[in-house]
């Protein structure tokens, strides 16, 4: 009995979790994020204010939570783990994992709001890239590092491989959002983003096969 109300009352608190970021988010968005007060979150997310000051003392706190469950939502994931072996395989899963990732609304919205709000308040802009954009990043990187010291991949420079696989898929996925209402590609269309972004990576990081020095003897 005791489990079933610890998981019950763990089961609540991630209700009202979720709750208050989605609120904050959406209000952040319509009121900016110095025209939202936290009395008003509570309000929108229909929890005591007790409650979410004790979760969330600042606004900064919240926004800070709001970036890293963005972005770690689902780092538990195995598929966002690719082990070296097969390239292809592993671009693949990289790829239409960050399309799901940054094609999702509350993503487009995060990235609104800092663009709003960057000019009064950097330091949202700081948050954005270094608790999210910068370890996503850096996975990346560290996938293609071990798929090139495994030798499946001819990668020198991890960053700028990195760079332009995300950026391939970004450049589809989400930056047409930011500035196109009606912007909507269609999951077929998000694949073949995918897998064009994929195949461009292969024809240049696929290493180039030596003869074997045996054959030509």
Do not use: C
């Amino acid at each position: 009995m005791a489990a079933e109300l610890s998981a019950h009352h763990r089961r609540l608190a991630q209700q009202k979790r979720e709750a208050i970021t989605t609120a904050a988010t959406e209000l952040f968005l319509d009121r900016g994020y110095d025209g939202t007060s936290l009395a008003r979150i509570a309000e929108a997310a229909g929890v005591s204010k007790s409650t979410l000051f004790k979760r969330f003392p600042t606004k900064a706190a919240l926004f800070e939570a709001i970036v890293t469950e963005s972005w770690q939502r689902d780092a538990e994931d195995a598929a966002a783990r690719p082990q070296p072996g097969d390239l292809r395989s592993g671009l693949t899963i990289v790829g239409h994992r960050y399309a799901d990732l940054v094609g999702r609304p509350g993503m487009t919205a995060l990235f609104r709001i800092v663009i709003a709000e960057l000019p009064r308040f950097p330091e949202l802009g700081r948050m954005q890239f270094q608790l999210g954009k910068l370890p996503y990043f850096t996975s990346v990187q560290h996938y293609l590092e071990s798929e090139h010291e495994a030798g499946n991949a001819d990668v020198p420079d991890a960053v700028s491989a990195a760079n332009q696989f995300l950026g391939m898929i970004a450049n589809y996925v989400l930056w047409p959002r930011m500035l196109l209402t009606d912007w909507n590609p269609t999951a077929s269309d998000i694949h073949d983003a995918v897998e064009q972004a994929v195949q461009t990576m292969l024809a240049r990081y696929t290493p180039t096969r030596q003869p074997d020095p045996k054959r030509e003897r």
